[in-house]
């Protein structure tokens, strides 16, 4: 059974300061990696994907990847209010497999 | 100019009855799905949809039924409706094209209630 965990929170970090959401996963052929964000209510969108070994950034965000370790992180820098919502991680495995796997998600509050 | 659309926004109905949930891409995407969200949240595949290939989760119960007239839709038919189907269903989409799996692209959801 393929398995994305995540801690579901809340996490609560302060304006400004960096929040840090990790992922880890059990299918080690996994190759596609994906951090969707998601407000109350809403659909989610996707924030970051990647797909090789360590960081890639843009703007605020930043996602690490480590599949010898299997788990993947985002780094929200300078957060903001408007960062508040359910971070979702998804893995799929790729080479023609179309079933991602997502985790439960971790709820960011960032407080003024 | 919605890339993904689906319909209806809410969905209120009693328990037995039969309903259906449309969902269109305008993006050109090969690759759809159906997803649930359940009160807890967590968003559970129930089918991925590719070049007319259906893969079902297996946990999906068979009153719930997938259909693709094209690649630019996959509508969702329910049948008998019981109490534990309320949640929200979104449509997905993605191009997908064997390798690396590319991003997915989510309808707005539909808010399924069952009286």
């Known amino acids: 059974q393929k398995e994305v965990e995540q801690n579901s929170g809340p996490l609560s970090v302060p304006e400004g300061a960096i929040a840090s959401l990790n992922c880890t996963y059990s299918?080690?052929?996994?190759?596609?990696f994906f951090w969707y964000r998601q407000y109350s209510g809403k659909s989610p969108e996707l924030i970051m994907s990647i797909y090789s070994n360590g960081d890639k950034e843009d703007g605020r965000f930043t996602a690490q990847l480590n599949k010898a370790s299997q788990y993947v992180s985002l780094l929200i820098r300078d957060s903001q209010p408007s960062d508040s919502a359910t971070y979702l991680c998804a893995v799929n495995r790729g080479g023609g497999s179309y079933i991602p796997t997502f985790g439960r998600g971790t709820s960011l509050i960032v407080h003024p | 100019d919605t890339a993904v659309s689906q319909t209806p926004k809410y969905l209120v109905t009693q328990m037995g009855n039969d309903k259906s949930i449309k969902c269109e891409q305008n993006?050109?995407?090969?690759?759809m799905y159906w997803y649930k969200q359940d009160s807890k949240k967590f968003l559970k595949i129930m089918f991925s949809y590719n070049n007319k290939e259906l893969i079902i989760n297996e946990t999906v119960p068979n009153r719930f039924s997938p259909k693709s007239p094209d690649k630019a839709h996959l509508n969702l038919h329910i049948n008998s409706l019981e109490l534990g189907d309320s949640a929200v269903y979104f449509c997905a989409s993605s191009q997908d094209g064997g390798g690396l799996n590319q991003p997915q692209h989510f309808g707005d959801g539909t808010r399924l209630s069952i009286l």
């Open positions: 993006l050109g995407h090969d690759t």
């Open positions: 299918d080690r052929g996994s190759q596609s």
